[in-house]
């Protein structure tokens, strides 16, 4: 056996591990009676958010294209007996968006959180970058988000009721990312619209905020992306945090600005990544 008593603490422990999948700083029931709409909320980062508002008792709405995500959401949601609901939608698409709204709140009731988190992306060099790749990529990340907020923010102009939207970023929207020339400037603009729309909709009752995730690493990671991140480890001696992101930790940074103690918090963009962008 190995005599560990006198082992040398490591030089760079690094950010310390979060608390356990399952747990949360808000009570239990902070989001009941509440319908969450989560767009790319069958994969990745959009399911691991999505799964947090439900754990808290959120009634949630995925909305995407493809049925193999909205199915995998869907499951991931019901194996833990959340109500949910997956609908097919394009954010690029005003009609689309539209016939989604209606029917999340035909299945529960209108949406009173819009989490955008639907997004693009694929590294190509600038140089090589056709206007058909720019333009999907700034449709779906830029216009897409702009397009739900904007539907969101109508009916509750038009009902006369509060909401709280969420516009999932990335901080090459303040350093730029080479090989992301367009998902970088799709960003930046998700950025400033955060900033605009929280002015623009404050009176209204509506509080817009950013959240901008870290290195998370998931397995529904395309393979391009998966490649350009490289080996990552648990424990990523590239970042200051000396470790990547685990999802719950978006998921809870996202219930706290949508919950009622972050009421007062509008045109803020939270960044959830260990100081990597510093
Ligand atoms: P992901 O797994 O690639 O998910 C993207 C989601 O967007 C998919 O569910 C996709 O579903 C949906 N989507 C794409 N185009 C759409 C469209 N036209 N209409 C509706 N839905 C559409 O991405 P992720 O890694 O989870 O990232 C989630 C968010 O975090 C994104 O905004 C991303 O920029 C941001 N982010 C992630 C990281 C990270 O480390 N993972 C880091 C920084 C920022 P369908 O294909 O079914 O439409």
Same mark, same amino acid.
């Given at each position: ?37 989560? %767009? ?8 691991? /958010?999505? #799964? ?10 995925? *909305? ?9 959401? !869907?499951?991931? #949601? ?21 016939? *989604? ?12 959180? !819009? /989490? ?9 060099? *600038? ?15 830029? %216009? ?77 990671? %395309? ?8 080996? !990552? ?16 930790? #978006? ?18 963009? !939270? ?8």
């Amino acid at each position: 056996m190995t005599d560990t008593t006198n082992s040398p603490a490591p030089r760079y422990p690094g950010l310390p591990q979060p608390p356990a999948v399952g747990s949360s700083a808000l009570q239990p029931g902070t989001f009941d009676g509440v319908t969450v709409f989560v %767009t790319g909320g069958g994969t990745g980062l959009g399911k691991g /958010i999505a #799964l947090e508002f439900a754990r808290l008792g959120a009634n949630i709405v995925i *909305a995407s294209r493809k049925p193999e995500h909205l199915d995998a959401g !869907l499951e991931a #949601l019901q194996s833990m007996g959340a109500p949910c609901v997956a609908v097919q939608c394009d954010i690029r698409d005003q009609d689309s968006i539209v016939a *989604a709204f209606d029917e999340a709140t035909k299945a529960f009731a209108m949406p009173t959180v !819009l /989490i955008n988190n639907a997004a693009a992306n694929f590294p190509v060099p *600038a140089e090589d970058m056709s206007p058909n790749a720019w333009r999907t990529v700034v449709d779906i990340t830029l %216009t897409g988000t702009f397009l739900c907020s904007r539907e969101f923010a109508r009916r509750h102009m038009a009902a006369g009721t509060p909401g709280s939207i969420i516009n999932v970023g990335a901080s090459y929207a303040w350093t730029g990312g080479p090989g992301f020339a367009h998902s970088a400037a799709a960003k930046a603009g998700v950025k400033n619209l955060v900033e605009t729309l929280a002015v623009e909709w404050g009176p209204y009752g509506i509080q817009v905020n950013g959240l901008v995730p870290g290195l998370f690493p998931h397995e529904d990671m %395309t393979s391009d992306i998966k490649g350009n991140l490289g080996n !990552l480890n648990d424990k990523d001696d590239r970042q200051p945090a000396m470790r990547v992101g685990q999802r719950q930790e #978006l998921g809870w940074a996202a219930t706290f600005l949508a919950s009622p103690y972050a009421q007062f918090i509008s045109g803020h963009t !939270l960044v959830v990544d260990g100081a990597n962008w510093q």
